[in-house]
């Protein structure tokens, strides 16, 4: 069983999300050795007793349990599969942990290519934003075998509340493609819906009223109509963000022969949006392209 | 005031939705004129005391309250507009309420035309379905003159819980309009995220489980996926229906020159979907599009 006595953690990428996930783990008081590519924003991890390692393959080599929180697939990529990356270091038996939202074949390319030298990697992509970090409520839903799964999740628990084991390699990564999906045209929706009332001359917030506890209701609706209705347009997920993992999305839905029109649309529009300049805008900002 | 000593309530249109809605009216104590195109569906609640009317234009003369609930705008136009309609024959004074999903425009239409006859004319359309209709827990969202509105809350409480007065004329059909294009792409995100789901191998159940609460979570998640799960495709609303709204939505948008292109993709996709038999099911056999 992993424990705070037996088990040093290794954390790879101290951006916004991962800096709170990986205090968490710190907080229960684990050994953890973080890693980033800019060191400066370790600092703070580091006066509170995280130690800091000078490479990924320095990491690797003293960490029981890795866990992996980085940019884009190409990352994951390189930070697992380099010659000084994480599997030609890594001892056999350790567990590693990539909560990047990133491609589900590479997790399963990742998953047996760490087979072949005993070591067990999961993907464990979360939902919940910089909030669901910063308060450990993240949902997490996790691909790979279930044996890794059942003995890390003491440390999963530090960082979410909705935590499910969905299936073999890719499958938490699957599941966070089926997320983005459900939130692609679901965006559209909610913008057009919110458009069509606000061009038709009603209040927008007596419209949400009368329809948002019915059929037309959404989280989306409840959380960031809101927002556009006082301009609000600040990032809780970038806009920029939704358009890489909606990427994925495309790839993996083709890869699997799937027709995915609504997702199509959503991206396109994303892409329009990004093009207008609202790439670092929260995905509300979808709003705008309807108000031209 | 309108009570039940003073006021006759007339309700055309006896449907599955209209039946309901007439009976709670008639349970308040109110003397109920029913008038429906097919008479056997107003047997019911003749038995219980409505009194049936040979013709519209006989129940317009009797009533001063009279509330319309057929299927399309055409029948409403006709009802309204014909020389044996309502406006031709309901004295002065009289208030009407439309609560079919209708046109706009032409709710618009008849509030003018009321106007000059001293017809209070009013928009209202519902969302909750028979259910909400049963247990008297429609929304109901109003459009016309506030004065109208405030005298004939008392019967829509009747048939409602959340009511709500959306502006001029025509702002109930228009709220109600918003309300089915936040639905409608809402609903290809929904069938995709779970279509996408099963292509991957994942269990429906667990992915909606960890998905379900955050961002990706709807009243289409959390109601009609568990009947997709299921295999079970009957109606709670109809695909047939929908495709009307659709319609009515995407003229009334092209009117305001507003793009919707997440509303055009999907009435695109019910129409294929009705054009493969399915117009007869409930909205959550769109599922099937993305199954072949």
Request: aromatic share 6%; proline share 3%; charged share 15%.
């Amino acid at each position: 069983m992993i424990t705070t006595k037996n088990t040093t953690v290794g954390f790879i990428g101290i951006g916004v999300m991962g800096n709170h996930m990986a205090r968490h783990i710190l907080n229960a008081g684990y050994v953890l050795h973080i890693y980033s590519r800019t060191r400066s924003k370790t600092q703070d991890l580091c006066q509170q007793g995280a130690v800091w390692q000078d490479s990924i393959a320095q990491l690797a080599k003293q960490c029981q349990v890795i866990i992996t929180m980085v940019g884009y697939p190409t990352d994951v990529e390189s930070i697992y599969m380099d010659s000084d990356g994480i599997l030609e270091n890594a001892g056999s038996g350790t567990i590693t942990l990539d909560m990047t939202t990133s491609r589900p074949d590479l997790a399963a390319t990742l998953y047996e290519t760490g087979q072949k030298k005993g070591i067990h990697c999961l993907d464990a992509p979360v939902t919940g934003g910089d909030i669901g970090a910063k308060n450990a409520t993240l949902s997490i839903m996790v691909g790979g075998e279930v044996e890794g799964f059942t003995r890390i999740l003491p440390i999963l628990e530090l960082m979410g509340k909705n935590i499910h084991h969905q299936g073999p390699a890719g499958s938490g990564q699957h599941t966070k493609m089926a997320n983005q999906i459900a939130i692609a045209a679901g965006m559209v929706a909610m913008c057009e819906a919110l458009s069509y009332a606000g061009k038709a001359g009603l209040s927008l917030e007596k419209v949400i009223e009368n329809i948002g506890q019915g059929a037309a209701g959404s989280w989306s609706l409840h959380n960031l109509a809101p927002r556009i209705i006082k301009q609000d347009f600040s990032p809780g997920f970038y806009v920029k963000h939704f358009i890489k993992d909606m990427g994925i999305a495309l790839e993996s839905a083709k890869a699997m022969g799937l027709k995915t029109p609504g997702l199509e649309l959503a991206a396109g529009l994303y892409a329009q949006l990004a093009a207008q300049g609202s790439e670092n805008e929260g995905t509300q900002a979808l709003y705008k392209l309807f108000q031209e």
